[in-house]
């Protein structure tokens, strides 16, 4: 028994749903899914922690802070250090129930 070799789903909607405490690698995430076809994100604004940073000591005891990526997403929307805003602006708690009438009117159920 092998392993598929193409197991590529492109066909079925997408739902994010995000809000303040979605950040750095959830927003790497969040970054992946913009701007594809059939994928709507829900909620708030994201933390906006979007670069990659390292941290480097000093001789002297202090840090330094270098950023050496930031996200961007595929249509060239540099993100670096904003918060990401959602497709559609909805309350946290709202978010779930705003994405399910969204899959709904996409055919899922």
Sequence with gaps: MGVETDLTITDQPIAV?????????GEAVLTVFRGLENVASFG???AGYTSANSVMPLDD??????????YVDRTGVNLDEQ????DHLVSATEAADEARAWLAGQGCS
């Design 17 to 25: 749903l995000q809000d303040g405490e979605t950040a750095s690698s």
């Design 44 to 46: 708030t604004e994201s």
């Design 61 to 70: 005891g202090a840090q330094i802070v270098l950023t050496g990526a930031v």
């Design 83 to 86: 918060p990401i805003q959602p």
